[in-house]
């Protein structure tokens, strides 16, 4: 061509095969894009499916624990309004039994696994769904950390207490005879296999209702549970939101 001076016409079929091995480079990249998006959507539906059932059982964990925690309150209210109206003549098994929920010391364990690392959020599209799993974890330590405020009177104080005073023995007996104490444990049953009988050398309920230290447990009971379970519903109404994008990601 370039001999016969035709060299303007090689360099367009140059240019040509340029061009079309381009082309051909174009769409082998956007056919590999294609394919690396399909696996990653297919990731990332694995990856909510498997998150809205860790959820779900999250969001059922937390609303038990916030139902112990409101019948650790309504009868340990129920044993204040006792200490109130010095009800000396109560029988002793019902004010044992009244007292006993504050042997509970419930706390949220929401369950933990890699899915919510960076690799894994890295893979959700939703931007709004991105965050609050993000932010889910500080949620949790916040939450523990009212709830621990509650299990170091528990174990600090009210443990040593009742064993001081002699009514430990019999306060967890009836704790374990009471089904509505019962609703973390899978089998209710188990606790009649506890062998020990009550003592015979509790305090009278008058000692009781008069011990000023029981009083201030109690009223611990009531307001400390109370903040817990304000922070945990908020913990549920966050669990709600993000379990509502998750859905409405996952492909039907």
């Given at each position: 061509?370039?001999s016969?001076?035709?060299?303007?016409k090689?360099?367009?079929?140059?240019?040509?095969e340029?061009?079309?091995?381009?082309?051909g480079i174009?769409?082998?990249?956007?056919?590999?894009?294609?394919?690396?998006?399909?696996?990653e959507?297919?990731?990332?539906?694995?990856?909510?499916?498997?998150?809205k059932?860790?959820?779900?059982l999250?969001?059922?964990?937390?609303?038990?624990k916030?139902?112990?925690?409101?019948?650790?309150?309504?009868?340990?209210s129920?044993?204040?309004?006792?200490?109130?109206?010095?009800?000396?003549?109560?029988?002793?098994?019902?004010?044992?039994?009244?007292?006993?929920?504050?042997?509970?010391?419930?706390?949220?364990d929401?369950?933990?696994?890699?899915?919510?690392?960076s690799?894994?959020?890295?893979?959700?599209?939703?931007?709004?769904?991105?965050?609050?799993?993000?932010?889910?974890?500080?949620?949790?330590?916040?939450?523990?950390?009212?709830?621990?405020?509650?299990?170091?009177?528990?174990?600090?104080?009210?443990?040593?207490f009742?064993?001081?005073?002699?009514?430990?023995?019999?306060?967890?007996?009836?704790?374990?005879?009471?089904?509505?104490?019962?609703?973390?444990?899978?089998?209710?049953?188990?606790?009649?296999?506890?062998?020990?009988?009550?003592?015979?050398?509790?305090?009278?309920?008058?000692?009781i209702?008069?011990?000023?230290?029981?009083?201030?447990?109690?009223?611990?009971?009531?307001?400390?549970?109370?903040?817990?379970?304000?922070?945990?519903?908020?913990?549920?109404n966050?669990?709600?939101?993000?379990?509502?994008?998750?859905?409405?990601?996952?492909?039907?």
């Amino acid at each position: 061509m370039i001999s016969e001076n035709r060299a303007s016409k090689y360099l367009l079929y140059a240019v040509g095969e340029i061009i079309l091995v381009v082309i051909g480079i174009l769409i082998a990249l956007s056919i590999n894009n294609w394919n690396g998006n399909r696996k990653e959507r297919i990731e990332e539906q694995k990856i909510l499916i498997l998150l809205k059932d860790e959820f779900t059982l999250n969001l059922e964990q937390i609303e038990s624990k916030i139902n112990l925690r409101d019948y650790i309150m309504q009868q340990s209210s129920k044993a204040i309004g006792y200490i109130d109206e010095e009800r000396f003549d109560i029988n002793l098994d019902t004010l044992i039994q009244t007292i006993s929920p504050i042997v509970l010391a419930p706390t949220f364990d929401p369950i933990h696994n890699e899915l919510l690392s960076s690799q894994g959020l890295k893979l959700i599209r939703n931007d709004t769904l991105k965050t609050y799993l993000s932010n889910w974890q500080s949620s949790v330590s916040d939450l523990n950390e009212q709830e621990n405020e509650w299990v170091l009177l528990y174990n600090n104080i009210t443990v040593p207490f009742l064993i001081d005073f002699g009514i430990s023995r019999n306060v967890q007996l009836s704790f374990y005879n009471d089904s509505n104490n019962l609703n973390y444990m899978q089998d209710k049953k188990m606790s009649g296999n506890i062998s020990l009988k009550k003592s015979n050398k509790s305090p009278s309920v008058k000692e009781i209702l008069s011990n000023k230290k029981l009083e201030g447990i109690l009223a611990n009971a009531v307001i400390i549970n109370q903040g817990v379970n304000w922070e945990s519903k908020a913990r549920v109404n966050q669990v709600k939101r993000i379990l509502e994008l998750i859905e409405n990601e996952i492909e039907k």
